[in-house]
């Protein structure tokens, strides 16, 4: 399917408010569809770049994200003690044998994160009693407030869950986006990665997020051959011979007569 939207195959679809849209429009406003386009190809990644993925989106060491089990879409969990919902559904799940992980994604346009959903996903989780037994990250991806803001919502989270919660993390998309373009540059992926990677790549352009690895950067610093007035090409200038040309235009059958026809 999403070969078929980025080769505008995919055809239209009516929406609730009667009119009528590209699947490509509606790819780009869904947040569930960019959750699947991108997080359903991770199960087929390699071990190895699994772990660089979740090591480099989560700036850790450890745990070593390498033992992948599987990956659970809008999971349904209880939320108990809450009066105003009761259930919870967080985008994903990343199962590895020595840790969980949840992800709240948001696109680039959709609505904002915010810190209550954070909160009911989490605790959610855990009254599941569903491998809590294991280290639990949280994930924010897309949309996330600023720095500060961030921080404060982080103290309050850990505080709130304390031991239970190993980690709170946000990121923005772009970000994301360059931690597969660096990944790709290297010798870890394998041919079967690069293939998954690029169709994450082109699932990004769609969020017209930065898919290429070159910048101006990479233009200003390459080693370029000068050019200047002592190249070659000026000390040697191409020589016409204007006789030659003289001679041939006067042989041509052309008068003001000719001219005048072609006025009219």
Same mark, same amino acid.
Do not use: C
């Given at each position: 399917?999403?070969? !078929? %939207?980025?080769?505008?195959?995919?055809?239209?679809?009516? $929406?609730? &408010?009667?009119?009528? @849209?590209?699947?490509?429009?509606?790819?780009?406003?869904?947040?569930?569809?960019?959750?699947? #386009?991108?997080?359903?190809?991770?199960?087929? +990644?390699?071990?190895?770049?699994?772990?660089? +993925?979740?090591?480099?989106?989560?700036?850790?060491?450890? /745990? #070593?994200?390498?033992?992948?089990?599987?990956?659970?879409?809008?999971?349904?969990?209880?939320?108990?003690?809450?009066?105003?919902?009761?259930?919870?559904?967080?985008? *994903?799940?990343?199962?590895?044998?020595?840790?969980? *992980?949840?992800?709240? *994604?948001? /696109?680039?346009?959709?609505?904002?994160?915010?810190?209550?959903?954070?909160?009911?996903?989490?605790?959610?989780?855990?009254?599941?009693? &569903? @491998?809590?037994?294991?280290? +639990?990250?949280?994930? !924010?991806?897309?949309?996330?407030?600023?720095? @500060? $803001?961030?921080?404060?919502?982080? $103290? &309050?989270?850990?505080?709130?869950?304390?031991?239970?919660?190993?980690?709170?993390?946000?990121?923005?998309?772009?970000?994301?986006?360059?931690?597969?373009?660096?990944?790709?540059?290297?010798?870890? /992926?394998?041919?079967?990665?690069?293939?998954? %990677?690029?169709?994450?790549?082109?699932?990004?352009?769609?969020?017209?997020?930065?898919?290429?690895?070159?910048?101006?950067? #990479?233009?200003?610093? !390459?080693?370029?051959?000068?050019?200047?007035?002592?190249?070659?090409?000026?000390?040697?200038?191409?020589?016409?011979?204007?006789? &030659?040309? +003289?001679?041939?235009?006067?042989?041509?059958?052309?008068?003001?007569?000719?001219?005048?026809?072609?006025?009219?």
């Amino acid at each position: 399917m999403l070969q !078929a %939207i980025l080769h505008g195959k995919a055809g239209r679809i009516d $929406t609730d &408010e009667g009119e009528s @849209q590209s699947w490509r429009e509606v790819f780009k406003q869904r947040e569930d569809l960019m959750t699947a #386009a991108v997080f359903g190809r991770f199960a087929y +990644l390699s071990a190895p770049v699994q772990s660089y +993925l979740m090591q480099s989106w989560l700036g850790v060491t450890e /745990p #070593a994200f390498d033992d992948f089990e599987t990956i659970d879409f809008w999971s349904n969990y209880d939320l108990e003690n809450n009066h105003n919902q009761k259930r919870v559904e967080p985008d *994903v799940v990343l199962r590895f044998k020595t840790a969980n *992980v949840i992800i709240e *994604v948001k /696109p680039p346009a959709g609505g904002d994160q915010y810190k209550d959903q954070w909160q009911r996903e989490i605790e959610a989780f855990l009254q599941s009693d &569903e @491998q809590t037994h294991l280290p +639990l990250y949280f994930v !924010a991806l897309g949309r996330i407030p600023n720095k @500060q $803001t961030s921080e404060q919502w982080f $103290t &309050e989270l850990q505080d709130e869950f304390k031991e239970k919660l190993s980690g709170i993390y946000a990121l923005e998309w772009q970000p994301v986006v360059n931690t597969l373009l660096e990944l790709k540059k290297g010798e870890l /992926p394998n041919v079967q990665d690069r293939r998954v %990677i690029d169709d994450i790549l082109q699932a990004a352009q769609l969020y017209h997020l930065k898919t290429s690895g070159y910048g101006w950067d #990479a233009l200003l610093n !390459a080693s370029l051959p000068k050019l200047s007035l002592e190249h070659l090409l000026f000390k040697n200038p191409i020589k016409t011979n204007w006789d &030659e040309l +003289l001679n041939y235009t006067q042989q041509l059958p052309l008068s003001l007569k000719d001219i005048t026809a072609w006025k009219k």
